[in-house]
């Protein structure tokens, strides 16, 4: 945790042993969750280790995987965060997962009295908007093969590890699809 916070150039040492202090250590097993659809939002973690998923569930009860985490992201269900209304996805891990927590209180806490603090909360609700903003573009203009050499581009050292069938539903495609878009991948090489 502490490198993470270092790697992000917004707080001297004293801040990052306070951080450290109040950051509470988590270890989520393949398949817990770190938040369930319905629950309000009270904590936020910086990923260490592990994969975490975001899904939600169709009116049909249907898992939509909406995206993947991996280490060194902060995370939270975060509208539920900004707002105290219940969460509408659900964050869970698909790989035995470390985390460090921070509560709500904390992190408004920290906001007020740290400057750090308030433009990391800037730069994460930019990053959340542009990130955001590719995956509609990304549904929008790139056919399903783009998006998924795109996941092998930026994290191939994770993909094996993320089971098919969620694979391609954050593809939005069938696992049978993604069995075909695998196949011609490897033929490419």
């Known amino acids: 945790m502490?490198?993470?916070?270092?790697?992000?150039?917004?707080f001297n040492e004293a801040?990052?042993?306070e951080i450290e202090s109040i950051a509470?250590?988590?270890?989520?097993?393949?398949?817990?969750?770190?938040?369930?659809?319905?629950?309000?939002?009270?904590?936020?973690?910086?990923?260490?280790?592990?994969?975490?998923?975001?899904?939600?569930?169709?009116?049909?009860?249907e898992e939509i995987t909406y995206c993947f985490l991996f280490p060194t992201c902060?995370?939270?269900?975060?509208?539920?965060?900004?707002?105290?209304?219940?969460?509408?996805?659900?964050?869970?891990?698909?790989?035995?997962?470390?985390?460090?927590?921070?509560?709500?209180?904390?992190?408004?806490?920290?906001?007020?009295?740290?400057?750090?603090?308030?433009r990391l909360r800037m730069n994460l609700a930019e990053q959340q908007y542009v990130e955001f903003e590719k995956r509609i573009f990304s549904y929008q203009k790139e056919k399903a093969l783009q998006r998924y050499i795109d996941l092998l581009t930026y994290q191939p050292e994770y993909i094996r590890h993320i089971p098919m069938q969620y694979l391609a539903s954050y593809l939005a495609i069938t696992p049978r699809h993604?069995?075909?878009?695998?196949r011609e991948v490897v033929g490419r090489k």
């Open 2 to 10: 502490k490198a993470f916070l270092e790697s992000l150039r917004l």
């Open 15 to 17: 801040d990052i042993k």
């Open 24 to 61: 509470e250590r988590r270890i989520l097993k393949k398949g817990d969750f770190l938040i369930r659809e319905g629950e309000i939002c009270r904590e936020a973690a910086i990923l260490s280790k592990g994969i975490l998923r975001s899904f939600y569930l169709s009116p049909t009860g």
């Open 74 to 118: 902060f995370v939270a269900a975060y509208s539920s965060l900004i707002t105290g209304n219940p969460s509408t996805e659900n964050l869970q891990a698909i790989a035995e997962t470390e985390v460090y927590i921070i509560s709500k209180t904390e992190l408004d806490r920290l906001t007020d009295t740290h400057p750090g603090w308030q």
């Open 178 to 182: 993604l069995s075909r878009l695998r």
